[in-house]
């Protein structure tokens, strides 16, 4: 009984020192210290962890609970990045609201079997969805391809719209206000891609920003290390260390890809609001390089869980809308309809006419 009540306080000591390491990833370059980028993805299942033994031991040995307890409180800041505490603002206006929302497709492509058999039946469910949630006035996506934009355009009715140059898996902006100029951010190194456009709202111009970094590339790996029924010793650790290499050389890339986007905000004339599949969490490098100087929506009024991702890694927080400080945000939702291997984020936001000027 003595050697299995040691064996979890090692385990124990060992999952709070990662979780206490995991605090330092915001601030650690990944591209000098990448295992900082990895403990900023792994944060949300550490904390998990670490809540798991804090109950545990207040069963078992109470005071052994200390050490997560005081652990977590440390790191609490962390917390608004996953676990919204914020409810939508009462009393909004919706004539001056601005609907955003940022949602990654993956090509529409799970509406071939998802939530019927027949596309056409589920091309129809998915326009129903987007329209009884209120149709974004601006719509910000990634992955798509020339077919899905012409048809977002003639089944929502978006007048405007700007894209990525190419036929597949790219950035596109999609609005029902005008869209003055455009333009793209190309990257030197990996997938992913930026497309940028000023949008006038009856004289008030906004810079939109729609992104998606280069992916982490481990969700095929990670889905046959779940799914398969028996897996050798051998195998697994195979699959755990390539998923460990790529994510090595993933974050590495994001972060010179991220370094481009900042640059490019950085010149922008307008105020800008940032919409994208970051590929990373908000325990990220990257996230805080990117948030600097903004405000993220679901930090000002998300409430409850910030998940998005919807494959098999549970709990990841990758998808975002970040706001210039004069832009007001009402609302922040999470759309849990698994259309895409991503959910649908949304804001309410409110633009003051003296932006413009």
């Known amino acids: 009984m003595k050697t299995i009540k040691y064996i979890f306080i090692i385990f124990n000591i060992l999952v709070a020192a990662l979780l206490a390491l995991s605090y330092f990833s915001p601030v650690v370059n990944p591209y000098k210290l990448w295992i900082f980028g ?17 109950a545990f031991w207040l069963l078992i040995k109470r005071r052994w609970a200390l050490l997560s307890v005081i652990t977590l409180i440390l790191g609490w800041n962390s917390f608004n990045g996953i676990i919204g505490l914020k409810l939508p603002a009462d009393n909004v206006n919706n004539n001056q609201v601005i609907r955003v929302m940022s949602y990654n497709i993956r090509a529409l492509s799970k509406l071939n079997k998802y939530p019927t058999g027949s596309l056409k039946e589920n091309r129809e469910k998915f326009a ?16 798509s391809t020339n077919p899905n934009i012409k048809w977002l355009k003639s089944t929502l009715a978006y007048p405007y719209t700007c894209r990525y140059p190419g036929y597949n898996s790219n950035t596109a902006i999609l609005s029902v206000y005008p869209i003055e100029q455009s333009g793209n951010v190309s990257f030197d190194k990996g997938n992913g891609d930026c497309v940028w456009a000023d949008i006038d709202f009856d004289g008030t111009i906004i810079r939109f920003y729609s992104l998606h970094l280069h992916s982490n590339t481990i969700s095929v790996q990670a889905d046959t290390l779940i799914n398969l029924k028996k897996l050798e010793n051998e195998e697994a650790l195979k699959g755990f260390t390539g998923m460990f290499k790529k994510y090595k050389l993933a974050t590495k890339i994001r972060y010179q890809q991220s370094l481009k986007i900042k640059h490019h905000i950085e010149s922008s004339p307008y105020p800008v609001v940032i919409c994208g599949d970051f590929n990373d969490t908000p325990q990220s ?6 948030v600097e100087g903004l405000k993220d929506t679901f930090k000002e009024r998300g409430i409850g869980f910030g998940t998005t991702w919807a494959g098999n890694l549970p709990g990841l927080k990758i998808d975002y809308i970040l706001v210039d400080p004069s832009i007001k945000v009402f609302s922040h939702d999470i759309y849990r309809r698994p259309f895409s291997d991503h959910y649908p984020v949304t804001a309410a936001l409110l633009l003051h006419k003296s932006l413009s000027q």
């Open 128 to 143: 129903f969805f987007m329209e009884e949630n209120k149709l974004p006035h601006v719509l910000c996506i990634q992955e």
């Open 38 to 54: 990895l403990l900023g993805l792994m944060y949300p299942f550490l904390a998990f962890i670490n809540l798991l033994f804090v």
């Open 285 to 290: 490098f990257i996230y805080h390089n990117l």
